[in-house]
């Protein structure tokens, strides 16, 4: 052992000696096939990634299994790094056929840090270079011996040859399975058309928004009380109604049919025109399911809607299911800041800048089943005011998977039970005063075969004064058949994070803002959740639910009311 440790010194030396330096590798075109990784295993449903280098040039694409039957939405990417060049591409080919591309000099990729630890893949001795970006350590193996270069993902970094093994936090990544060498090739990878340069940023954009179908149902209308209102004749697809002196905007709009994978999300910018308050709002569906419609009643009138009728005698319109009729959907329920962009110039508090407009954006994908096809969709914003508010709505479709699943989709249930938030509030719908020694009681059926019922529930309390509603904490209890399935304080103690929206808040003389105090369910300047309430057990039939609060009583002229929505889902088996 000793003789042969000499041996290498004497060479060596020798070496040294006379200047001899080891032979480089000869430069050769050809192909990396990787499989993606997860703690050592393969999986094989994601498919390969594909490296082929040849004349300096590398291109890098993924290849989806036989199998897999890709969305037609997906581009078609690839990666070119041009070492001669000293530049790294990606490209991308949309389903509209346009083509992008963003550039990144070599020079300015990640540069991983060469270590003495060693590795032989597929028969070629691999050095090992490490990376941490954005916290996550990634652990590169590459070979300088196969007389080419290139790594599946740049955004990792570029090493001297190439890279046969990625691994991210000791867990998942990319090994090469196979490598193909050729002496030469007259093959030219770099393509003669690389498509409109982009940033990076607009770059993964669009890669995203391709993804996406989006229908804009309102672009920044006005919700206003007291202008003059001149509607459309019938049901114009696609064109502006205003309703209840223009406090209810609505738009019969057409929504793409798509797979029960999707998710489905609503986003609303909000800001005031004029008004200074804080006010009520909500986005709805109206269903047409059944004989009659809520269109009915914004169309001829509040008094055409069916009837509920509390203990008192007092009616309320069209806010309960009844075997003809079903209230509206209620997608968002949202509330106004105390007017922001409107008031911003007009009111300066030391420590505050102040927000442009109230953003929200919503999952909404279990109301999915009924966010197809052609549907009106409205919006309400409670006001007296001639400026009013500015509301903009967008509905976002994002496809859950890549690839086009052969299994047949889960027929989804939804059912609208009931709705007291009187979005006609300006036309004479009444408040949602039913509470008071009552329960709001509504009759409904399940079919056959449907399972894992829930409720989706939705409440925020009102009645702006010291003893009303809005600032008093009140238990909303629900009921099945007679027996309490729920209970729960609907209750906001967060509102003071979203002073920044509230310009013309009130300011007291203790230094808190009428938008910091806390709500029923609610804050200024936010949108509230729906709570689930599981329907365990409840088999299918004829069945009753009851909504109990004790709502406050009335103080002069003011009255605290109770704005609850409640849509039953389900699946079929």
């Known amino acids: 052992m000793k003789k042969l440790f000499v041996s290498a010194l004497l060479v060596g030396a020798l070496c040294n000696a006379f200047n001899v330096k080891a032979k480089p590798v000869k430069e050769k075109a050809g192909t990396v096939v990787y499989q993606m990784i997860s703690h050592g295993?393969?999986?094989?449903?994601?498919?390969?990634?594909?490296?082929?280098?040849?004349?300096?040039?590398?291109?890098?694409?993924?290849?989806?299994?036989?199998?897999?039957?890709?969305?037609?939405?997906?581009?078609?990417?690839?990666?070119?790094i041009d070492f001669s060049g000293g530049q790294a591409y990606q490209l991308a080919k949309l389903m509209d056929g346009s083509l992008y591309h963003t550039a990144k000099q070599l020079s300015d990729l990640p540069k991983p840090k060469v270590t003495d630890?060693?590795?032989?893949?597929?028969?070629?001795?691999?050095?090992?270079?490490?990376?941490?970006?954005?916290?996550?350590?990634?652990?590169?193996?590459?070979?300088?011996?196969?007389?080419?270069?290139?790594?599946?993902?740049?955004?990792?970094?570029?090493?001297?040859?190439?890279?046969?093994?990625?691994?991210?936090?000791?867990?998942y990544g990319m090994l090469a399975t196979k490598i193909d060498l050729q002496k030469k090739s007259k093959e030219e990878l770099m393509p003669t058309n690389l498509g409109a340069l982009v940033n990076g940023p607009v770059y993964q954009s669009k890669l995203k928004s391709s993804y996406i179908k989006s229908v804009e149902v309102f672009d920044r209308e006005q919700i206003s009380w007291g202008n003059e209102i001149n509607n459309p004749e019938g049901e114009v697809l696609d064109a502006i109604y205003k309703y209840a002196g223009g406090t209810l905007i609505l738009k019969k709009v057409k929504l793409p049919k798509v797979t029960d994978d999707y998710d489905v999300f609503a986003e609303i910018v909000q800001y005031s025109n004029g008004d200074a308050y804080d006010r009520t709002g909500s986005i709805f569906m109206i269903p047409q399911d059944r004989e009659r419609s809520f269109l009915d009643g914004l169309q001829k009138g509040v008094k055409t809607l069916p009837e509920y009728k509390d203990v008192e005698g007092k009616a309320y319109q069209g806010v309960v299911a009844t075997d003809d009729y079903l209230p509206v959907l209620e997608m968002v329920r949202f509330f106004t800041s105390f007017?922001?962009?409107?008031?911003?110039?007009?009111?300066?508090?030391?420590?505050?800048?102040?927000?442009?407009?109230?953003?929200?954006?919503?999952?909404?994908?279990?109301?999915?089943?009924?966010?197809?096809?052609?549907?009106?969709?409205?919006?309400?914003?409670?006001?007296?005011?001639?400026?009013?508010?500015?509301l903009s709505l967008k509905l976002n479709y994002y496809p859950g998977s890549r690839v086009i699943s052969e299994e047949p989709e889960k027929k989804k249930w939804v059912l609208p039970l009931f709705n007291t938030c009187n979005v006609m509030e300006m036309a004479g719908q009444s408040y949602g005063t039913m509470f008071k020694g009552d329960s709001l009681?509504?009759?409904?059926?399940?079919?056959e075969g449907v399972k894992n019922?829930?409720?989706?529930?939705i409440s925020t309390g009102h009645g702006g004064w010291g003893g009303g509603d809005e600032f008093n904490q009140k238990m909303n209890e629900i009921f099945v058949d007679g027996d309490k399935v729920f209970g729960y304080i609907?209750?906001?103690?967060?509102?003071?994070?979203?002073?920044?929206?509230?310009?013309?808040?009130?300011?007291?003389?203790n230094g808190i803002s009428?938008?910091?105090l806390s709500r029923s369910g609610w804050c200024p300047a936010?949108?509230?959740?729906?709570?689930?309430?599981?329907?365990?057990?409840?088999?299918?039939?004829?069945?009753?639910?009851?909504?109990?609060?004790?709502?406050?009583?009335?103080?002069?002229g003011s009255s605290s009311s109770w704005n609850i929505s409640g849509v039953l889902v389900g699946e079929y088996e």
């Open 490 to 509: 609907p209750w906001r103690r967060d509102c003071g994070t979203y002073r920044n929206s509230n310009p013309s808040s009130g300011n007291f003389w």
């Open 453 to 457: 019922v829930r409720l989706e529930y």
């Open 41 to 80: 295993k393969p999986i094989p449903q994601a498919g390969e990634t594909i490296l082929k280098y040849a004349n300096g040039v590398a291109v890098v694409e993924r290849k989806a299994p036989k199998e897999q039957n890709l969305i037609p939405e997906v581009p078609k990417e690839k990666t070119i």
């Open 339 to 390: 007017g922001v962009r409107a008031f911003n110039e007009k009111r300066t508090v030391v420590g505050q800048q102040w927000e442009d407009s109230t953003i929200f954006k919503q999952d909404i994908s279990y109301l999915l089943p009924k966010l197809q096809g052609e549907v009106w969709i409205g919006a309400f914003i409670g006001n007296y005011d001639k400026g009013g508010h500015k």
């Open 526 to 556: 936010t949108l509230t959740n729906p709570v689930t309430v599981p329907f365990t057990g409840i088999e299918a039939g004829k069945h009753t639910i009851q909504v109990a609060i004790p709502i406050g009583p009335k103080e002069g």
């Open 514 to 516: 009428s938008s910091d």
């Open 117 to 171: 630890e060693t590795e032989e893949i597929l028969g070629y001795n691999c050095k090992k270079a490490t990376i941490v970006l954005f916290s996550n350590r990634i652990d590169l193996w590459f070979t300088t011996e196969a007389g080419i270069k290139g790594a599946p993902s740049v955004g990792s970094g570029l090493t001297d040859g190439v890279v046969l093994k990625m691994v991210r936090n000791g867990s």
């Open 441 to 447: 009681k509504v009759g409904f059926t399940i079919p």
